[in-house]
């Protein structure tokens, strides 16, 4: 399975600020997603990013508020943008295999707004 | 559209029970994958398994055990001889191609306490 680090772990960010997470994946990987897990609830998608094409949005993300770039099969990075106190959160990168369709996940950034 | 329900938020047993973990799907797709995930209190999400929805062979893996139906469109999980190290929150998933791609759709998750 893919080894998948992302930056930052944590952070604790003003109201109002931006914050850009990267995920890093050791082999190259199509399929790309991000998620969002607020405290003590499920994983929501946020996004789907393959490279090559446009993030895909799920309902009630917008790119404004969350751009993503996806510039290689190995790296993306999801931006939260102006934020408020709803956007902490935990933030998780996955990728998916192409022949399994197993995914895996980073080990997240746990984002608190203040 | 698509939908997993894991109808229990919460389960306690004692060190050495054997407990299950009920996960119940909805999906108009013939072809899609099951999963699920165990989320220790560390935060990580660690992959369990993966069923895809041609394949109903049960499957066992040391305690952990998985019994998928799709007759009942189910996909359980039994830890046996459950230890305090399986206390976490556990997540059942399925993903089907969509517009999002073969992103997952999780359940609500069911918190597990083992207690010695």
């Known amino acids: 399975s893919a080894v998948i680090s992302q930056k930052p772990s944590r952070d604790i960010c003003q109201r109002g600020t931006s914050l850009t997470i990267q995920c890093q994946v050791d082999?190259?990987?199509?399929?790309m997603f991000w998620y969002r897990q607020q405290p003590g609830q499920s994983l929501t998608l946020i996004a789907t990013?393959?490279?090559?094409?446009?993030?895909?949005?799920e309902s009630g993300f917008v790119i404004d508020k969350f751009p993503i770039s996806r510039p290689n099969l190995t790296f993306s990075t999801l931006t939260v943008s102006n934020m408020s106190p709803e956007d902490s959160s935990i933030y998780l990168c996955?990728?998916?295999?192409?022949?399994?369709?197993?995914?895996?996940f980073g080990p997240g950034t746990r984002l608190t707004v203040t | 559209a698509q939908k997993v329900t894991q109808a229990q938020t919460e389960i306690s047993v004692v060190e050495k029970e054997d407990v299950t973990l009920d996960c119940v799907y909805e999906?108009?797709?013939?072809?899609?994958?099951l999963f699920w995930y165990k989320q220790p209190p560390s935060g990580e999400l660690v992959f369990l398994i993966r069923?895809?929805?041609?394949?109903?062979q049960n499957e066992i893996s040391g305690r952990y055990s998985w019994n998928f139906q799709k007759s009942t469109s189910s996909f359980n999980f039994t830890i046996t001889a459950s230890q305090v190290v399986d206390s976490a929150v556990y997540f059942c998933?399925?993903?089907?191609?969509?517009?999002?791609?073969?992103?997952?759709?999780f359940g609500k998750g069911t918190s597990l306490l083992v207690t010695p």
């Open positions: 996955s990728v998916g295999e192409t022949v399994s369709y197993e995914q895996y």
């Open positions: 082999s190259q990987v199509t399929m």
């Open positions: 990013a393959n490279q090559g094409s446009e993030a895909t949005y």
């Open positions: 999906t108009r797709d013939t072809t899609y994958y």
């Open positions: 069923r895809n929805s041609f394949d109903e």
């Open positions: 998933a399925l993903s089907a191609n969509s517009n999002s791609g073969y992103a997952l759709n």
